[in-house]
């Protein structure tokens, strides 16, 4: 099992920046791919980020490549979302995910169907 907990949410201003954290609990946590999503009032969940297990591997949604970085820190069991030049479309509830299964293969996934474990979410919201 996996536990997920989301921090770092909070209200900035257009163009600034923000750094999200997801503590993970559980021994095979450094074995799954993670992954990033969002999801705004009347919207559907999207992927903004994935990560393999290795952290080597990445992928962006294409509205915030270029300003948010996902990374993974295996001796904190952490996986961190960093965003920068942030706009009022970023804002939405953030959601860190862990994949279903382990793996070994350098993969990332951006379906949610794919995720197992979610955080509880944290907020973002920027103003214009």
């Known amino acids: 099992q996996v536990q997920l907990v989301e921090s770092g949410g909070g209200l900035v201003q257009n163009g600034g920046s923000l750094s999200l954290s997801c503590a993970a609990s559980?021994?095979?946590?450094?074995?799954?791919?993670m992954g990033w999503f969002r999801q705004a009032p009347g919207k559907e969940r999207e992927v903004v980020a994935a990560?393999?297990?290795?952290?080597?591997?990445?992928d962006y949604a294409d509205n915030v490549k270029g300003r948010f970085t996902i990374s993974r820190e295996y001796a904190k069991n952490r996986v961190s979302l960093q965003m920068n030049s942030l706009k009022p479309e970023d804002t939405a509830a953030y959601y860190c995910?862990?994949?279903?299964?382990?793996?070994?293969?350098?993969?990332?996934?951006?379906?949610?169907?794919?995720?197992?474990?979610w955080g509880q979410g944290t907020q973002v919201t920027v103003s214009s």
């Open positions: 995910a862990a994949a279903s299964y382990i793996t070994n293969s350098e993969t990332y996934y951006t379906d949610p169907l794919r995720y197992g474990y």
């Open positions: 559980g021994r095979t946590f450094n074995t799954r791919p």
């Open positions: 990560i393999s297990w290795s952290g080597r591997s990445t």
